[in-house]
């Protein structure tokens, strides 16, 4: 047996649920694969909070550049969070030659080339599972088990707080800040909930999936971002009246050699698989040139969860130091090209859901029906209501594919006719063919 010293920086909902599995299963991992995981140190500023863990005496500090520049520690596993500190932690690590492993996912997606090519230079790793769909090993997938694809297209519901928010309003029809303070209370939700409800969460994980199938860090800005925040229960009802459900949807597509990339609430197909997944749990659909499609599932967020993931890793950092390995490939996957070509937001070709409220007078769907025309949008389905309040009717309409920049012209113009009240709602509608 050979044993790997790993000190940890940060010791919040992540690293107690990564204490708590070496804890338990550490002498499983050990039998498994000849190597003893032993947490020697674990810096936080809070070292008196109970984390309901048994800590020997000496592991814990507040003190964690000298966990890094401890020479008996092989592996610093970065769960601090943040891009300031974390990142400096990082560089330093990885400067001395240590493997870094991270479930910080903004990290990666804001700081990734200065991070990875860090990694390439001092002849180490940086490894970052957990960065991506909690428990999923879903980017252990697209590097080893998918190495051979092209990768055509990913769909993924990676945010457990918005699609625990999406499932429950369906179910309970609950208010959403109700909602959102169980979230917060599980455990699931980032500081602040923000970053999860207005799709940022989302979009950090969708570069880094994104960058590792078309191989260079994938910048933020290369992202069109929508959350679910104002998501109404009237949109949930009508969505399922018309046969799909509301998730927030990370979309990311080789699109004839340009790269797309957008995370915004998407109307799915209620009886594709991705529609069934619920609650916190996250999914990954992945279309290879080889395999064909594939469906990766479980819980995205959570300590054991995400502790789970960053175990995986430290077993892998863990053999690629006593091995020798050098440059693993989460890195190099990453540094295969030195820049993408993208689509532009403008330019996404997509079927959408509007709902309008119309004056109930003769002409009126006739106008918003020839601003379509005029646009090139063409209708799918038109579902009207029968008079509401103030001699209004709610209009729901589905559109087949058309621009994203014919849609929004089109939404302009609807918007300042006479006959339409409110700013018209519109999502997106995948249905994966
Ligand atoms: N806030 C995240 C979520 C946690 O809700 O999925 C995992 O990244």
Do not use: W
């Not at 999914?283 to 175990?311: C, H, N, Q």
């Amino acid at each position: 047996m050979r044993e790997i010293k790993i000190g940890i920086l940060g010791f919040g909902t992540v690293g107690a649920g990564v204490v708590e599995g070496i804890q338990k299963n550490g002498a499983l991992m050990a039998e498994r694969t000849g190597i003893v995981p032993r947490v020697a140190k674990i810096a936080d500023l809070d070292i008196q909070t109970d984390r309901g863990l048994v800590i020997p005496d000496g592991v814990l500090t507040t003190d964690a550049l000298a966990v890094i520049n401890d020479p008996e520690i092989d592996l610093i596993v970065e769960l601090i969070g943040g891009t300031t500190l974390a990142r400096t932690f990082t560089l330093e690590a990885l400067r001395q030659g240590k493997r870094v492993i991270t479930a910080n996912k903004a990290l990666l997606a804001d700081h990734g080339k200065e991070i990875y090519r860090t990694a390439q230079e001092n002849n180490t790793g940086i490894y970052y599972e957990a960065s991506v769909g909690g428990g999923i090993p879903i980017l252990r997938s697209q590097r080893a088990g998918l190495i051979g694809n092209r990768i055509e297209s990913i769909f993924g519901i990676l945010n457990g707080t918005c699609n625990y928010i999406l499932t429950r309003m369906e179910r309970e029809g609950l208010p959403f800040a109700e909602i959102l303070a169980d979230a917060q209370q599980l455990g699931y939700a980032e500081t602040p909930p923000d970053l999860d409800i207005d799709g940022i969460d989302t979009a950090h994980k969708a570069v880094i999936l994104a960058s590792m199938a078309y191989g260079a860090p994938v910048p933020m800005s290369a992202c069109s971002t929508k959350g679910i925040r104002g998501m109404s229960a009237s949109e949930i009802a009508n969505a399922e009246e018309l046969g799909y459900r509301i998730k927030l949807l990370a979309i990311i597509k080789d699109n004839a050699g340009e790269v797309e990339l957008s995370v915004e609430p998407t109307l799915v197909p209620k009886e594709h698989m991705i529609a069934s997944v619920s609650d916190s749990f996250n999914a990954v659909f992945v279309k290879g040139d080889i395999v064909g499609e594939t469906m990766y599932y479980g819980r995205g967020a959570g300590r054991l969860p995400t502790g789970s993931a960053v175990i995986g890793d430290i077993m892998e950092a863990a053999a690629d130091k006593l091995n020798d390995v050098g440059v693993p490939v989460s890195v190099t996957m990453m540094l295969q090209r030195d820049s993408l070509t993208y689509c532009s937001a403008d330019n996404i070709e997509k079927r959408c859901y509007v709902r309008l409220s119309l004056e109930d007078k003769p002409g009126a769907m006739a106008q918003v029906m020839t601003i379509f025309g005029k646009h090139n949008i063409s209708i799918a389905s038109v579902v009207q209501k029968e008079r509401h309040a103030a001699g209004y009717a709610p209009v729901v309409i589905l559109t087949q594919e058309a621009k994203e920049s014919e849609f929004s012209a089109a939404m302009d113009e609807i918007s300042a006719l006479a006959v339409s009240r409110h700013v018209p709602v519109r999502m997106r509608l995948e249905d994966f063919e």
